[in-house]
Nanobody, 120 residues
Framework: QVQLVESGGGLVQTGGSLRLSCAAS????????MAWYRQAPGKERELVAH???????NYADSVKGRITISRDNAKNTVYLQMNSLKPEDTAVYYC??????????????WGQGTQVTVSS
């Protein structure tokens, strides 16, 4: 089993910044990818940003230039630095990781979600 612990959400004004963190722990042999998704009320969950074990990244068009994903492989932690936030960034943000667990078992895990609210 793998646990994901998210932190860093909150309320911020338009133009402000937040940094989300997600730490993975448990029976991890290796982490393949880590990502952040978000889900706004009445909308489907969407990918915000994704980073591979080698550090390759990709972003949703709506956040390019404002949001940066990074990871600390030694700490099994992924970060999401969000700048120039807009009201449309308001959502619950979910951490996601795909891992090889001990015993060569592939698993996909989700965090519990952290609320980000951007006031206008």
């Amino acid at each position: 089993q793998v646990q994901l612990v998210e932190s860093g959400g909150g309320l911020v004004q338009t133009g402000g910044s937040l940094r989300l963190s997600c730490a993975a722990s448990g029976t991890i042999s290796s982490i393949i990818t880590m990502a952040w998704y978000r889900q706004a009320p009445g909308k489907e969950r969407e990918l915000v940003a994704h980073i591979t074990s080698a550090g390759s990244t990709n972003y949703a068009d709506s956040v390019k230039g404002r949001i940066t994903i990074s990871r600390d492989n030694a700490k099994n932690t992924v970060y999401l630095q969000m700048n120039s936030l807009k009201p449309e960034d308001t959502a619950v943000y979910y951490c996601n990781t795909k891992v090889w667990e001990t015993g060569s078992i592939f698993r996909n895990y989700w965090g519990q979600g952290t609320q980000v609210t951007v006031s206008s």
